[in-house]
């Protein structure tokens, strides 16, 4: 019953498909050991349909929101070194990512959503001048952890997105840095990159990124407001005029449901060498595979039921149990 349930909820339901790029900042061709601050750019640096909003005071020589960098400085403290990740590199040891400098309430990250892209998550990790702050504390901003260790301090990343003007509710939160649990060997300052998914938020024109931390003063936060992002992932979505489920589909499996291989015909004809796309009841594309001689083999296939459709991407899919 379970799985007639679903069968009738896939038809009863409209459906969104999307597909995916990665946002990676190679396009900036930054040779290592450089950065771009916003000096000369226009009030945003772009690559694709992703958007970094960057303002840039030439009387001061500062900057907020978003830089773009290449530096690899993981040992030089404060704030003269505010481009580096503690990393050392970009994520997967890339060459460019993106800082963040947040020195109002929120840093936005945007997309074009023309053509319906939106942000589905990205890697996140601690600055150099951050991480080095917490470890061992500077003039501005204490140790984490203070004298005994035991202080519960943190250094939180709380993820919100924005659907033509609306803030969500629902959040998601990094925990950048924290010494909250009762065990010190626990503690820990986030060094290495760590992708973070926010797709539980939905869709989203832009994601508000915010900074809290358990050191604040009279001026606010004392612990350097800043961090570093890498491979963002932008998902697209298809309109429902693109993705269409027939209860009479032109694919047909068998056996359905199946535990391993299976056969597959398209109006009754055997299909070749096909490859078809398998995506989940969110419309998320879980997997690809191979049909030779009009048989794919399932069996390192995930639990689920399927919605299928083929490499030319036709108005009709078919629903797939795999058992």
């Not at 969110?282 to 048989?295: D, E």
Request: proline share 2%.
């Amino acid at each position: 019953m379970k799985y007639k349930f679903t069968l009738i909820f896939f038809f009863a339901i409209s459906l969104q498909c999307f597909t995916q790029d990665t946002i990676d900042f190679e396009s900036f061709n930054l040779v290592p050991g450089k950065f771009l601050n916003g000096s000369d750019a226009p009030g945003f640096f772009q690559e694709t349909n992703l958007i970094l909003p960057n303002a840039y005071n030439k009387d001061w020589m500062a900057w907020s929101g978003w830089s773009i960098s290449s530096m690899q400085d993981t040992l030089t403290a404060g704030f003269t070194n505010e481009y580096s990740t503690i990393a050392g590199a970009g994520a997967d040891n890339s060459t460019t990512y993106a800082v963040a400098y947040v020195a109002t309430g929120q840093n936005l990250l945007k997309v074009n959503d023309a053509d319906n892209r939106f942000i589905r998550g990205f890697y996140v990790n601690n600055s150099t001048y951050a991480y080095l702050s917490m470890k061992n504390g500077d003039a501005f901003a204490k140790k984490f952890g203070g004298v005994t260790g035991n202080d519960p301090d943190f250094f939180k990343l709380t993820i919100k997105s924005y659907k033509g003007g609306v803030l969500s509710e629902d959040f998601v939160e990094v925990m950048l840095a924290d010494y909250r649990n009762t065990d010190n060997s626990q503690d820990y300052i986030l060094k290495d990159w760590e992708y973070v998914d926010v797709s539980s938020l939905g869709l989203n024109d832009s994601l508000s990124l915010q900074l809290t931390s358990s050191d604040n003063g009279a001026f606010g936060m004392n612990t350097p407001a800043y961090f570093c992002i890498d491979k963002v992932a932008l998902g697209f979505t298809v309109s429902n005029e693109d993705f269409v489920i027939d209860q009479q589909p032109k694919m047909e499996f068998s056996p359905n449901p199946t535990s391993g291989e299976v056969n597959i015909k398209m109006n009754g004809q055997i299909i070749a060498d096909q490859t078809l796309f398998f995506y989940d009841q969110s419309g998320k594309l879980m997997a690809k595979r191979q049909a030779i001689n009009g048989v794919v083999d399932l069996t390192n296939l995930n639990k689920n039921v399927y919605i299928v459709k083929d490499y030319n991407l036709n108005n009709h899919g078919a629903v797939l149990i795999k058992m």
